[in-house]
Every structure is written in C-alpha cells, then in structure tokens.
C-alpha cells in the first residue's frame, strides 16, 4: 500500500514534467508486441473456449452446453471444488493470519518475522505433484503420521479419514494456502496504526474491545480480500489433486483435464462451457478483491 | 506486551510450524528407506542414475530460462515506455498482468490446443512449435509476478531523467533500455526470473498436455505412479530447489519475499 502511494506521486512527477509530445501512433507501436502477445496467447485462446461452448456437434448456434452444466455430476463437481476451495482458503486464513499477527504484534522475537516470511515464500510455491508426494508419506495409510497415531491408539483410516478425499485434499491445499495468507497479510497488519490502540486504550478499551470495535474493522476488508485469492489459489489447482488421488475425485479441473485428453463428455461443447464457467467464477472471485482491496486501502495507508 | 498475548503467539506459530515441517520431515524419512531395515541414500542414487531424470531436468529448465528471458523482453521494455510515453495505459497493463489469475493453467492449455493445435498454425505437430506454445503459456503464467518486479523497479528508479539524460548524451533506445535502464532495475528483474524459473522447473499442468514426459514435472508424476521411495527422494529435491531459488531471491532482495498466485498448483 505504501506502493501504491508513491507510485501515485511519481506518476504525477512524470506528467508534470512531460513535454507536450502528443502521443504519436509511433508511440502506440512501442506496446504492440505485448499486446500482440496478449491477444494471441490469452485473448484468443480464450475466446475460442467462449465460442466453442456456444456451438453444438454440428457447429449450430446453441445455449444447450450451459444448460447442460446443471446435470447432477457436473454441479457436484463445481460444487465439490468450490468447498474444498473455501474450506482450506478459510483454514488457511485463520491459520495464516494468526501466524502473522504472531510476528508483527504479538511480542515475538524480530528474528522471527524474517524466519516466517523465508518460510512462507518457500511453502507458498511448493505445490504440484512433489506436495502430494510430500502428503502421502505423512498422511497416506503408510504415512508417517498416521503410523504414528495407529501406534497411540488412533487410526485415522478407520475414523473415516482418507488422504484421498475432500478433508486430506482441502489438508493438502493448506500447505500452500496459509504460508500465502501470512505473505499477503502481514502488511496489512503492518498498517495498523500504534495510535489508534493508544487512542482506544485512553478512552477506556480493552485489548478485546479495542480489536473487536477498531482493528477487526479496519482489516477486514483485507482479510477478505486475502481469502479471496487464497479461494482462486485452490479453485484452479489441478496438479496436486490430480497426483494426490490419481483422478478419482470429481474436481472440475480434474473434469476438464479428463476432458482435454480424450472426449469423456460424449460433447466437446460441453468441455468448453465447463472452462468458462471456471473463468466465470475466477473473474466474479477478482471483480470482489479488487473491491475489497479498495476499501481496505482507505485506512490501511502505512 | 501482556504474557498471555506471548504464549498465545507462540501457540500458533507451534501449530504452523508443526504444519511446515511435519511432512518435511515424513517424507525426508520415507525417502531413505528404499533399502530394507537400515536408512541409506539409495532412492537418491536412483534417480540420479535414471537419465530421464538428468533429461526432463534440463529440458526444463532450458523451458524455464526460456521463458524468463522471453517475459522479460516483452514485459519490461513495454512497462517502461507506458511509464514513459503512455501513462494512461497503467491501468490496462495492471489489469492484464492479473488476467491469468482469472484463467487457470488447466482452461489456458485447454484453449491453446483449440487454437494453435490446428489452422493456421499446426504448433503442435513439430517438437519446436511445441516448445514454443510452451514457453509462451509459461510466460503468460509467470506474468503476474513478473509485471510485479519489474514495475516495483521501475517506479524505484527515475526514468525520464535517466532516458533524458540518456537522450542527451546521444545513447538511442535499444542502449537507453539495456545499457542505461536495466541495470538500474537488475535486482527485481532478477528476482522476478527466479520465481518464474522456479514455478516453471516444477510445473505439471501445461507440461502434460503439450509435451508430456519430455518435462519435469510430468516426469515426476510418472515416478509416483510406481516408484513409492523415489518420489519422496523427488519430493525432497524439488523442495530443495525452491529453497535455493527463493533464497537467492531473498539474497537479492536482503529479506523481501514476494508472493505469487498463479495457477502452478
């Protein structure tokens, strides 16, 4: 957010001193690469998935691909990986936030602070098949902390507890989900003003009330927000379910990725329409964060 | 500071911790018991003894250097001439750094088969035009965080002295870019490129539509599928790589972390 501000600034710097140039077309040729390359590898791919979701086997003109996107497995699908996103962006949240309020204002050693962020830079990007990997061996029916837990007395597989299933993936997801949180949301808690606590503690607050009635408010859009992308973060993972349960689990990436390697729908239209409506829940996830992030900014100006 | 603020502090980092480094540690274990009873490094030495372990690294990461280089070239040159000339156009560009935030590797790949898989551009019946659908979705993938760096750079930096400065002197764009520019904005271009050759080394999502086991990541997957103690040993790898990717990146930055949320996982 500090960013943001003196990127304001230098910004007005730069057009107070710009020369009257108008902005030539040669101007405009300088930024055509880029938006060439955009158009061809984003733009385009995208668009074709929109009109390929609007056409039927003949190449007709139908609606048909999305009215058929309401059938029973397809909205268990959406259905399935739309909770498995929220329960570890909320997992992840909780964990996450707690952490980094840890090491920004809970007392802990300065050493700390630097520890966990190297940590969560690493934890956020370890994803894909190796986590999977790495999740098997802990939490698998051999896995070393089932093993561990069969010996005092606990065996989890015969609780109901499979590492292939709704709670071991959205456990799985944690691992990328709350290093991420406290990466995003430590400058935000940064942002909290030592006067406001003062304030609050001169008018006869308590620690609880000052965060229930000050700092909570303040953050919340920014927590919000974090969640959000926390929520894209897992909604679009594709790798880590599929190497964690091979295939067997009714996620809507592990439909489409079924989709691309041979025509399991019996309607390639219907594989597109499936892609889109992923996009469709991104863009409303973004369209959100951007509003909460606007909010947010209006206290959390550091 | 109250003490039961402390201890309630030191309550979750217990738990995260615990969370960080309990399957480290599993799969660290796990991995040193391909031999029968005792510990040993063998899973280890049989990966590095396969060769298509040594093969799918280096395609990758030739991939991955690839697409640093090719994100740099087009992103950097373009968000210094819209700070430059265009600044109207800021707010496009940050729009479209996010866009693949909103379209996941698994609906990107999908709809690059669609369009480049046929006519006009047959990419994918030759091993080049493969590679290169590759790198170009690898690019469109990294650039998030790429546009991030580079921007942050620029806006440390003042570039229209320094191009006017520059200008003067006599230099013309290509040694005003690279000569005068870059080295100026090193550090977060630099940074930028690890974290995207990092992702990239490790990606599986596109690799395996487009150019299968020929990658590392698709390489990987296959390992898990019937080796049980090599893919741990892989696992430890990779996590090491990302350890020293991001660490060089904290070098660079002296503490800084960046973070990422594109579709990698």
């Known amino acids: 957010m500090s960013n943001r501000l003196t990127q304001n600034s230098s910004n007005q710097r730069d057009a107070r001193r710009a020369r009257p140039v108008p902005s030539s077309l040669l101007n405009w040729l300088g930024v055509l690469p880029f938006f060439l390359f955009i158009f061809l590898f984003v733009f385009l791919p995208s668009f074709s998935l929109v009109s390929g979701s609007f056409q039927d086997r003949q190449g007709n003109f139908t609606f048909q691909n999305y009215l058929d996107l309401f059938s029973p497995s397809i909205l268990s699908a959406y259905w399935v990986t739309i909770r498995i996103s929220l329960a570890s962006a909320v997992g992840g949240g909780i964990l996450g936030f707690f952490m980094a309020y840890a090491v920004t204002l809970g007392g802990l050693p300065k050493g700390l602070r630097n520890a966990l962020l190297t940590f969560s830079g690493v934890a956020s990007n370890f994803a894909g098949v190796p986590l999977a990997f790495a999740f098997i061996a802990t939490l698998g029916r051999t896995g070393m902390v089932t093993v561990l837990l069969k010996m005092a007395g606990f065996d989890l597989y015969d609780r109901g507890f499979s590492l292939y299933s709704f709670w071991g993936l959205t456990l799985t997801y944690l691992y990328f989900q709350f290093p991420l949180m406290i990466l995003i949301i430590t400058p935000a808690l940064d942002g909290l003003k030592r006067e406001w606590r003062e304030a609050a503690e001169n008018l006869g607050a308590s620690s609880w009330t000052y965060w229930r009635r000050v700092a909570l408010p303040v953050l919340t859009p920014s927590i919000l927000g974090a969640m959000i992308l926390l929520f894209g973060n897992a909604f679009g993972a594709y790798a880590t379910a599929l190497s964690l349960t091979g295939g067997f689990i009714n996620l809507i990436t592990i439909l489409i990725g079924s989709q691309i390697k041979g025509d399991v729908l019996q309607n390639t239209g219907l594989g597109y329409a499936l892609a889109i409506g992923m996009v469709i829940v991104m863009a409303g996830a973004i369209t959100i964060y951007y509003f909460l992030r606007r909010r947010s900014e209006r206290w959390l100006r550091v | ?265």
């Open chain 2, 1 to 265: 500071m109250s003490k039961r603020n402390v201890l309630w502090s030191w309550f979750w980092m217990f738990l995260g911790g615990l969370y960080f480094f309990l399957p480290l540690l599993a799969t660290f274990e796990f991995s040193l018991k391909a031999r029968k009873g005792v510990y040993s490094f063998l899973a280890y030495e049989r990966v590095f003894a396969d060769p298509l372990f040594l093969r799918t690294f280096i395609f990758s990461l030739e991939m991955a250097v690839f697409t640093a280089l090719a994100g740099i070239l087009l992103i950097f040159p373009t968000v210094y001439w819209i700070r430059l000339k265009l600044p109207q156009l800021r707010g496009l560009i940050e729009f479209v750094s996010m866009l693949p935030f909103v379209v996941p590797a698994i609906v990107l790949v999908f709809g690059l088969i669609r369009v480049f898989s046929g006519a006009p551009f047959f990419l994918t019946n030759t091993f080049t035009g493969t590679n290169v659908l590759l790198v170009a979705a690898y690019v469109v993938l990294t650039m998030p965080y790429l546009y991030r760096s580079i921007d942050t750079g620029l806006q440390a930096i003042d570039v229209r002295t320094l191009t006017e400065a520059a200008q003067s002197l006599g230099a013309g764009w290509g040694t005003i870019l690279f000569r005068v520019i870059l080295p100026n904005v090193r550090v977060s271009i630099l940074s930028g490129s690890f974290l995207a050759v990092a992702t990239v080394m490790g990606e599986f999502t596109i690799a395996s539509f487009l150019v299968g086991i020929r990658a590392f990541g698709p390489y990987m997957s296959l390992v898990g599928q019937n080796k049980t103690y090599e893919s741990s040993s892989l696992a430890i790898i990779s996590f090491a790589l990302t350890w020293a990717f991001i660490g060089l990146i904290q070098l660079l930055n002296r503490g800084r972390v960046q973070t990422q949320i594109a579709g990698a996982h």
